[in-house]
């Protein structure tokens, strides 16, 4: 069975700092993974995406990750955050083959202060 | 190009009753993901819908049940409610195929059970 765990329930973090997101995942096939944000009282929205080729990905909004196949890991990192990219983020594996089925992590709440 | 929308945006339902959620997919999309997120969690895969047919299904009970129609838009049903069925469900559309797995999110409708 495929999981996610995300290592940080919240990272508070101060204005033009840069930040990692840590998101380890567990499957015994290859696997597609993903980091989507969520605003309050909104949807998910895709930030970025890993299905095969160059291990660093980037994304929208200055965010990048890197698959790491020996450590299980899917780090996602910012080199300076903005009050505007406080939120939930949220890393997500599907199984390779399987279009449909996300397992997400539970969440990592981003506090960018002032 | 309208986005995935969901209806009705909130809903306040009593313990035994049922209710029913819509979702209309991204325009072009075939194929209809549902996730239950609870407060403070992520969300959870519930089942996908495909060509009017449960494709996918997560560990859910079967009072959790949907039904796609022929233009793409979906339904979720759930009957005999608890109150831990309170939550945040999320509505994804895909297509099935793409080749990419990127899931478009819609707003989501937050169920409250009291």
């Known amino acids: 069975a495929q999981s996610v765990t995300q290592l940080d329930s919240q990272v508070p973090v101060f204005e033009e700092a840069p930040v990692e997101l840590r998101c380890n995942y567990s499957?015994?096939?290859?696997?597609?993974l993903f980091w989507y944000v969520q605003y309050p009282n909104q949807g998910l929205q895709l930030l970025l995406k890993?299905?095969?080729?160059?291990?660093l990905v980037k994304g929208i909004n200055g965010f990048e990750a890197e698959f790491n196949k020996s450590q299980t890991s899917f780090h996602l990192r910012k080199p300076s955050v903005h009050i505007s990219d406080t939120a939930e983020y949220f890393c997500?594996?599907?199984?390779?083959?399987?279009?449909?089925?996300?397992?997400f992590g539970q969440g990592t709440t981003l506090q960018v202060k002032p | 190009d309208a986005g995935v929308t969901q209806s009705p945006t909130h809903l306040i339902k009593t313990r035994g009753q049922q209710v029913t959620l819509r979702c209309s997919p991204k325009?072009?999309?075939?194929?209809v993901s549902w996730y239950q997120q609870a407060l403070g969690q992520g969300p959870q895969f519930i089942f996908q819908?495909?060509?009017?047919?449960?494709?996918q299904r997560g560990n859910f009970p079967d009072r959790f049940s949907g039904h796609q129609f022929p233009n793409y838009s979906s339904e979720l049903n759930v009957n005999a409610l608890l109150l831990g069925d309170s939550a945040l469900y999320l509505c994804?559309?895909?297509?099935?195929?793409?080749?990419?797995?990127?899931?478009?999110f819609g707003p989501g409708t937050r169920l409250t059970v009291t």
């Open positions: 994804a559309s895909s297509l099935l195929g793409q080749g990419d797995y990127e899931q478009y």
């Open positions: 819908y495909y060509e009017e047919e449960e494709r």
């Open positions: 499957s015994s096939v290859s696997v597609y």
């Open positions: 997500a594996v599907s199984g390779s083959g399987n279009t449909g089925k996300l397992i």
């Open positions: 890993y299905l095969s080729g160059s291990t």
């Open positions: 325009s072009g999309h075939d194929t």
